[in-house]
Nanobody, 123 residues
Framework: QVQLVESGGGLVQAGGSLRLSCAAS????????MAWFRQAPGKEREFVAA????????YYADSVKGRFTISRDNAKNTLYLQMNSLKSEDTAVYYC????????????????WGLGTQVTVSS
């Protein structure tokens, strides 16, 4: 089992920045990849960014490429998402996820999920 706890969400003006964190505990040695997803009201959960664990390939959704950066601290078992140039359409609950295998952008590939952290971007 892997436990994930997100933090760092909040209210920010358009153009601003936030950094999300996700602390992982438990069987972190079993993780293959970690990712961020988000879900806006009335919409499906969508892929944001992913990174191989403990290191390797990085992937981004086209909508965040060039603005968001995913990174990790292996020693702290912590995943980060630096979000810059935020837009109102980035408003959503952001979820951290961990997978044991599978395609990086599919929610079905991820066995473990955090409870999410709210990000609200005001225009």
């Amino acid at each position: 089992q892997v436990q994930l706890v997100e933090s760092g969400g909040g209210l920010v003006q358009a153009g601003g920045s936030l950094r999300l964190s996700c602390a992982a505990s438990g069987r972190t040695d079993s993780m293959y990849r970690m990712a961020w997803f988000r879900q806006a009201p009335g919409k499906e959960r969508e892929f944001v960014a992913a990174i191989r664990w403990p290191g390797g390939s990085i992937y981004y959704a086209d909508s965040v490429k060039g603005r968001f950066t995913i990174s990790r601290d292996n020693a702290k078992n912590t995943l980060y998402l630096q979000m810059n140039s935020l837009k109102s359409e980035d408003t959503a609950v952001y979820y951290c996820a961990a997978s044991l295998a599978g395609t990086y952008y599919r929610t079905s590939s991820y066995a473990y999920w955090g409870l999410g952290t709210q990000v609200t971007v005001s225009s």
